[in-house]
T-cell receptor, first 111, second 116 residues
Framework: QKEVEQNSGPLSVPEGAIASLNCTYS??????FFWYRQYSGKSPELIMS????GDKEDGRFTAQLNKASQYVSLLIRDSQPSDSATYLC???????????FGTGTRLLVSP | NAGVTQTPKFQVLKTGQSMTLQCAQD?????MYWYRQDPGMGLRLIYY???????DKGEVPNGYNVSRLNKREFSLRLESAAPSQTSVYFC???????????????FGAGSRLTVL
């Protein structure tokens, strides 16, 4: 079992729709969770972090965390073509105190 | 506004050659990291330096060495390059190390290495 599982996609959504990106993790000790966005040929950049169960909203982005289910998700409302990128889920592995990245979900938003 | 600077951006090596990837950050960050990214494998940690003067192995350290030269600089050396080391390498830094909100990574632009 991989430490972090993400559907590789591509996830295709029309412009204006809600994109839902999911991530499961195996380390029950993970306490901090990060979502990074990576455009093709570019480096990852942080878009969201979440530390507590529940929802955290930042503009069009909402991160959702359920530690009991070992599940974290990212919702993108009113998706734009500029949101087309790969989204990397990264739980903080408290056992080794370093980030473990998922392989990412590729999102395509069509005009 | 440089952030994290990596050099070179592209490099082609022959099997057995050596090279060093350089990384420097100007954000006064304590922690620095080297990742490699391969298709279908995601980002994998090679080595990290939690603070100046310390380095530790990550998930895939074999075939690599690192040096934390000072607080700003963290280099990655391939002593005898192999085709399996063909990858995109990212250097990153963070203000702090560990499960805190300060452990947000800022990445460099990446270095694409091809080993023939």
């Amino acid at each position: 079992q991989k430490e972090v599982e993400q559907n590789s996609g591509p996830l295709s959504v029309p412009e204006g729709a809600i994109a839902s990106l999911n991530c499961t993790y195996s380390d029950r000790g993970s306490q901090s969770f990060f979502w990074y966005r990576q455009y093709s040929g570019k480096s990852p950049e942080l878009i969201m972090s979440i530390y507590s169960n529940g929802d955290k909203e930042d503009g069009r982005f909402t991160a959702q965390l359920n530690k009991a289910s070992q599940y974290v998700s990212l919702l993108i409302r009113d998706s734009q073509p500029s949101d087309s990128a790969t989204y990397l889920c990264a739980p903080m592995n408290t056992g080794f105190q370093k980030l473990v990245f998922g392989t990412g979900t590729r999102l395509l938003v069509s005009p | 506004n440089a952030g994290v600077t990596q050099t070179p951006k592209f490099q082609v090596l022959k099997t057995g050659q050596s090279m060093t990837l350089q990384c420097a950050q100007d954000m006064n960050h304590n922690s620095m990291y080297w990742y490699r990214q391969d298709p279908g494998m995601g980002l994998r940690l090679i080595y990290y330096s939690a603070s100046e003067g310390t380095t530790d192995k990550g998930e895939v350290p074999n075939g690599y060495n690192v040096s934390r030269l000072n607080k700003r600089e963290f280099s990655l050396r391939l002593e005898s390059a192999a085709p399996s080391q063909t990858s995109v390498y990212f250097c990153a830094s963070s203000a702090a190390y560990g499960p805190t909100g300060a452990n947000v990574l800022t990445f460099g632009a990446g270095s694409r290495l091809t080993v023939l």
